[in-house]
Each structure stands twice: as structure tokens, then as C-alpha cells.
T-cell receptor, first 111, second 113 residues
Framework: QKEVEQDPGPLSVPEGAIVSLNCTYS??????FMWYRQYSRKGPELLMY??SSGNKEDGRFTAQVDKSSKYISLFIRDSQPSDSATYLC???????????WGAGTKLIIKP | EADIYQTPRYLVIGTGKKITLECSQT?????MYWYQQDPGMELHLIHY???????EKGDLSSESTVSRIRTEHFPLTLESARPSHTSQYLC????????????FGSGTQLSVL
């Protein structure tokens, strides 16, 4: 069983919708949680970074971490066609700097 | 904005050829990484380096080798390419804090015929 599970999608929503992307994980030692966005034929770029539990907001993006449920989420408000990309979650444990990645969710925002 | 560059972007090559994928960063990061990415799959770490003259193999077994003679340069070499090496190769470097915020290059899409 994979340490990090992520629904591959694709997830197709209309422009302006609120999008929810999720990952579940099994290792309770994970403390650093990241969301990366990857456009087609590009490398991933860091979108959100959260340490331990709680919420973090940056513009239209909100990252949530629920360590008790081993569940992380990325919310996108007022979604735009330019948000169409693959979203990858990644996480690591304190003192272990190697990231464990989800397989990514492909998101399509329809105009 | 991250400054990490990979060349070539695309490479089509025949079986048995030796290839080197180039990666350079201008951020002064000590840590650098090579990942392999296949469609719909997780990124798999194949090599990493924590500084000059430091290289380690990652979780995914790979027939490639790397070197780190200069901080800014982290090339990956395949001595004899095979069709099974066809994949996207992503180079990254990371922020010095222990959060592993990675900055990626645009990748090299390798096709071995």
C-alpha cells in the first residue's frame, strides 16, 4: 500500500467553482505538507506549504491539514481556466528530508 | 522565481547511446535532486546530493549516475540508453531550511528507441 494516496482524476469543474483536492497518508510521522502544481510539460512548482496541523490561506488557495485523520486538502476558490493543471501533494517527516509524493490529481476548469 | 535549468528539453536517441542530462541552478542551493516521472505516477527520487562531492542513490533503482563537482551543476549520465529509460527526468534543488521546499526545472523528456 502506498504511503500517500491521491485520486488521479481527472476532476472537471466549471469556471468559478470551488475545488477540493485531497490526499490521505499512513505515516503519522509526517509533519511537513506541500502542494505542488504542474502544468503540462513543465516541472512542478510549489503552491502551498504547511507545517503540522491547521489551515493556511494564500489568495484563492487554502491548504488544510488534519493529522488526526491523516488527511490533507487544497481548496481553490473562484477557479479559473488557468488553474487547469495536475496538483501533487508531498510530505515529509521531521528529520527525514526526503519527500513522499502523491501521484497527482488532474484538474480541468471549463470556461 | 526559481532559476533552475535543464537541457535538453526533449531527447530522442537510439538504444546503446551514452547521454548526459544537464541541470544547473543559480540559487546557491546545496541540495539537489533527480526525479523520474512517468504519466499518472508519483515522482520517484533516483539521485540526490547534499553538496559538492556528495551523491546518493534515491529510492528508485536507476542505472544512471550523477556527479557534483560544482554547487550549481548536477548532471545525470546514462552510459547505455535502453527503451526502459524512456521517461521524464526532473531536476530540483531545495531551500536550505529543513522543509524540503523544492524548486524544479522544466524537465527532460527522454525517448529511447
Amino acid at each position: 500500500q502506498k504511503e500517500v494516496e491521491q485520486d488521479p482524476g481527472p476532476l472537471s469543474v466549471p469556471e468559478g467553482a470551488i475545488v477540493s483536492l485531497n490526499c490521505t497518508y499512513s505515516n503519522s510521522a509526517f509533519q511537513y505538507f506541500m502542494w505542488y502544481r504542474q502544468y503540462s510539460r513543465k516541472g512542478p512548482e510549489l503552491l502551498m506549504y504547511t507545517y503540522s496541523s491547521g489551515n493556511k490561506e494564500d489568495g484563492r488557495f487554502t491548504a488544510q491539514v488534519d493529522k488526526s485523520s491523516k488527511y490533507i486538502s487544497l481548496f481553490i476558490r473562484d477557479s479559473q481556466p488557468s488553474d487547469s493543471a495536475t496538483y501533487l501533494c508531498a510530505m515529509s517527516a521531521r528529520g527525514n528530508y526526503q519527500l513522499i509524493w502523491g501521484a497527482g490529481t488532474k484538474l480541468i476548469i471549463k470556461p | 522565481e526559481a532559476d533552475i535549468y535543464q537541457t535538453p528539453r526533449y531527447l530522442v536517441i537510439g538504444t546503446g547511446k551514452k547521454i548526459t542530462l544537464e541541470c544547473s541552478q543559480t540559487m546557491g542551493h546545496d541540495k539537489m535532486y533527480w526525479y523520474q516521472q512517468d504519466p499518472g505516477m508519483e515522482l520517484h527520487l533516483i539521485h540526490y546530493s547534499y553538496g559538492v562531492n556528495s551523491t546518493e542513490k534515491g529510492d528508485l533503482s536507476s542505472e544512471s549516475t550523477v556527479s557534483r563537482i560544482r554547487t550549481e551543476h548536477f548532471p545525470l549520465t546514462l552510459e547505455s540508453a535502453r527503451p526502459s529509460h524512456t521517461s521524464q527526468y526532473l531536476c530540483a534543488s531545495s531551500d536550505p531550511r529543513p522543509s524540503e521546499k523544492l524548486f524544479f526545472g522544466s524537465g527532460t523528456q527522454l525517448s529511447v528507441l
